[in-house]
């Protein structure tokens, strides 16, 4: 069975920074591409930033010049370096990865973390 689990969400004002972490475990034979998504509450759950394997990023335009996602495919891990946060930026954060395991033959699947809180104060 394939995991995503994040962690390195908390409370920071604004201006402030942290970093996301998602770490991928299981029976996994690859992963294609990892990223972040959010959703503030009463939104729609939307992308923050991706990465494919062999290293094109994808940002939205709100995060672009704040956020850096960064990659570890030695240990199946994603980042998210968050700086300059701002209020807006208070949501949910899921790390989202493209992986192909044992169990599903080789077959990519798409796997959602449980989601990290982050929220920042004005």
């Known amino acids: 069975q394939v995991q995503l689990v994040e962690s390195g969400g908390g409370l920071v004002q604004t201006g402030g920074s942290l970093r996301l972490s998602c770490a991928a475990s299981g029976s996994i034979v690859d992963i294609g591409a990892m990223g972040w998504y959010r959703q503030a509450p009463g939104e729609q759950r939307e992308l923050v930033a991706t990465r494919a394997s062999g290293g094109i990023t994808n940002y939205a335009e709100s995060v672009k010049g704040r956020f850096t996602i960064s990659r570890d495919n030695a240990k199946n891990m994603v980042y998210l370096q968050m700086n300059s946060l701002k209020p807006e930026d208070t949501a949910v954060y899921y790390c989202?990865?493209?992986?192909?395991?044992?169990?599903?033959?080789?077959?990519?699947?798409?796997?959602w973390g449980q989601g990290t809180q982050v929220t920042v104060s004005s």
């Open positions: 989202n990865a493209y992986i192909s395991s044992r169990v599903t033959g080789g077959a990519m699947h798409r796997y």
